[in-house]
């Protein structure tokens, strides 16, 4: 996905699922969200499902020890989510998976028509639909297992933009409501929360 797109998602999660109190550095969780493709890495590690979900369920494992026991998130906090959710992103971008037989020139159109068409979805009802249809796992490892499958579901699917919206949308939602609700022990006021209406 290019940066836009990030920025645009990570805006759209937070006031999706009404995160302003909790996520209080709105623009520093953007930034978080476009850092991977700013790094040099991004040049030498794909942003794939394959390369990087080991590192990124790391990452969420020690984002989740540190943050025991905090209930306000941190500039470095909201950098760091914002992270795993741009390659949460990525895995259900269709070029960045290994199905996937395009060239560069290519990918660099798709993302261009993905960008365009995340913005408007962001401001669909589908994505209210899809809000009020989020599940709030209790635990990492049921977070990982939803990732997994989720994905293999959609490597089996055929790729188009919109598709990519929906699975970005609901697989970043799910994820930013289950680590919130894991931190703050409050499944049952997530829950309860996503079915509000907007």
Known sequence: ???KS???LAIGLMDK???HDTLNHKYIFCIGSILPDCKPSFLTTPHTFQKTFEKVKEKIKLFLE???NIYQFGYRDCIILGEIIHYIADYFTFPHNIHYDGNLKAHCYYEKDLK???RHFLNSDEVVEIRKEVQVHQTKEELFQFIEETHQKYMKRKSFV???CRYIVRVCMEVVASIVAILQ???VEMREMLLETV
């Open 162 to 164: 919109l598709e990519d």
């Open 185 to 187: 022990n409050s499944y």
């Open 66 to 68: 540190k943050m025991e």
């Open 1 to 3: 996905m290019r940066k």
């Open 116 to 118: 365009i068409a995340l």
């Open 6 to 8: 990030h920025i645009a």
């Open 17 to 19: 699922l009404q995160l």
